[in-house]
């Protein structure tokens, strides 16, 4: 039988949150940061005031930001 703990998931979330944020200013600074499953440089897709992410050539990194940097 497969249980779901929660609070590890909730912890990790929100390290992964600030991991996230933290890769996000070095892009904006110009600095490269690399996908973890593919290895292409992630970029910073700033299409409109709502639509600011984070993503990889490939699309398995898609980071959504709902804040301002
Ligand atoms: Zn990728």
Redo the contacts with the bound molecule.
């Keep these: 039988m497969t249980k779901l703990d929660f609070t590890t998931i909730n912890k990790s979330s929100a390290k992964s949150f600030n991991e996230q944020k933290n890769m996000i200013k070095k892009i904006g600074k110009g600095q490269t940061v690399l996908?973890?499953?593919?290895?292409?440089p992630?970029q910073l897709s700033v299409s409109s005031e709502q639509e600011t992410g984070v993503k990889?050539?490939?699309?398995?990194?898609n980071i959504g930001l709902e804040v301002e940097i």
């Design positions: 996908c973890v499953s593919c290895d292409q992630l990889c050539l490939k699309g398995c990194t």
